[in-house]
């Protein structure tokens, strides 16, 4: 996608140098710096710390972590890949790219691991790339359906968004923003309400720039907002994305999530779910129990970082110096809120006998 009219993607392989460069993803919208990832120290930090982040982009960030780690130390498989799949619990695409790493690359002789891992950590991207624009064609045609529907007027589609679901979660395109990509490129006009997404804010910072770059009109309204929005008509669907869905439809994404699909359900709007099938975890059944949601730092909670009156980037506390905080990243939406699943096989219901025709 675009960041001032050049094309970009979140991470790659600089074969010149023999780097892998990302985008640090913390310091935007204020700063665009491409930084490059020399070590598997290195990857496992810039996971951790959200430097690179969403669900697909955390796996692919994964693979080309381990190409890292084995280009020092090709013996050892088990110790990186324990490291990496530590880094962040609830995104199951990092765990589903270690083992499928794991299951290829012991298969290799030692002395052909590293440029194996590599091979595979570019093809996961490429099959990123090609997935993600799969999820968006897929998706467009739904809004297309909707739009008519409405009678196919120049009044904006009012699609609410949570999180940043853009190609930065991606390797390129995105999940339900891809829908919205390929929706504008279709000539259906269209207006993005973006939740701010606390704490992170990454529909602050990321999903406004984003869309923004993109040419695509679109609102921040802060955390709360969405409800009030649909009680008046101002939201024709929801549309985001998952970290990890199971076998039976629920779907688990960004804090917040949840009361969006409520009030969704409350006030008759469709909630859509973009994700590719390497989010779903075909093992679990019951996503409220069985979904590990990751708890971070209270600090994210307490404080914020933006650009003062002179454009310094500063951290300033906003509660009590003595206050705690609670820092819960995900929640899960039943699948009984969630009018469908836009994979890129397509558009299915959240029910368990549809997601049994994606198992690979
Ligand atoms: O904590 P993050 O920023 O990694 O969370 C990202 C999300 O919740 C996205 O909505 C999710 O990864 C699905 S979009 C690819």
């Known amino acids: ?50 430097r690179v982040r969403g669900a697909p982009l955390i796996g692919v960030s994964a693979a080309f972590g381990l190409y890292l780690a084995l280009r020092e ?19 199951v695409n990092l765990a589903w790219a270690m083992n499928a790493a794991r ?81 504008q490129a279709r000539g259906i006009p269209l207006h993005v309400w973006v939740d701010e997404t606390r704490p992170r804010n990454q529909g602050a910072f990321l999903t406004t720039w984003e869309l923004q770059q993109q040419g695509i009109d679109n609102t921040l309204i802060a955390d709360n907002t969405g409800g009030h929005l649909m009680q008046h008509g101002l939201v024709d669907l929801c549309l985001v ?51 590990p949601i990751e708890q971070r730092d209270a600090d994210e909670v307490l404080r914020m970082t933006g650009l003062d009156a002179d454009g310094v980037r500063r951290t300033i506390s906003l509660s009590h110096i003595d206050a705690r905080a609670g820092n819960y990243s995900f929640d899960v939406t039943p699948a009984r809120l969630v009018t469908a699943l836009i994979t890129e096989q397509g558009v299915i219901p959240a029910e368990a006998a549809a997601i049994a025709t994606l198992k690979p």
């Open 73 to 91: 130390n090709p013996v050892d498989l088990d110790t990186p890949i324990a490291i990496l799949i530590a880094t962040r619990p609830t995104a």
């Open 241 to 291: 994305g998952s970290d990890r869905t199971t076998a039976s439809g629920d779907v688990c994404n960004k804090i917040g999530t949840y009361l969006k699909a409520l009030a969704a359900r409350d006030n008759n709007i469709p909630f859509y779910v973009a994700l590719p099938v390497s989010t779903i975890d075909f093992e679990l059944h019951d996503g409220v129990r069985e979904i």
């Open 1 to 50: 996608m675009l960041v001032n009219g050049r094309p970009y993607r979140s991470i790659w392989f600089d074969s010149d140098v023999q780097e892998v460069q990302i985008i640090d993803q913390t310091l935007l919208p204020h700063h665009f710096e491409i930084r490059s990832v020399q070590s598997l120290a290195d990857m496992a930090e810039a996971i951790r710390a959200m």
């Open 103 to 183: 299951l290829l690359l012991s298969g290799l002789p030692v002395a052909e691991r590293a440029q194996g891992a590599l091979q595979f950590a570019l093809q996961l991207a490429e099959q990123d790339v090609a997935t993600c624009e799969a999820i968006g064609t897929q998706g467009c045609n739904l809004l297309e359906q909707l739009w008519q529907a409405r009678g196919a007027t120049s009044e904006p589609l009012q699609i609410l968004t949570h999180c940043n679901a853009g190609w930065l979660a991606t390797v390129d395109w995105g999940t339900a923003l891809s829908v919205i990509y390929k929706a």
